[in-house]
């Protein structure tokens, strides 16, 4: 697997290639599909900065702290989407990107709470992959997704 140090090399020297930033020549796309490989690294290290990451510093925690520490999360995000609701009922717009972005975030937070939790349950990051792809594949025969419906 490509690591993220070199991902992000080879994605600025093709960025700066193809921006003329790299000297005094700029490389055209041409039908080469450049453009492509340069777009596919971009696309592939902005999932890597946004995937989900195991928070090291809860790795000993035992499976019943894990899941406290689960439930508190869902309480935090339950109260943070509880609190935009009230804010779009009473049509507080100053409030509502401020409780949009929060509710946000405790739902990201919660996710990766979970995501300790496999590591805890000692499934390495492949393996956590291959379960959101069999959860994915499971959701997706079950129609859960409509992909022109999907923001």
Known sequence: MITDEVLNEYTEMMDNA???????????????????ILDAFKELQDRRQSDLRVATKFLTNSYYRQIEHIESEFDETREAVTDLMETMVLDNKPDYADKLSHAAEEIVDLQSTCETMLAILEFDKQQRREIRKRVIAKNAARHYYEEDKEK
């Not at 193809?18 to 492509?36: A, C, L, P």
Request: aromatic share 16%; hydrophobic share 10%.
């Open 18 to 36: 193809f921006s003329g930033k790299n000297g005094n020549y700029k490389v055209s796309y041409g039908t080469d599909g450049s453009k492509n």
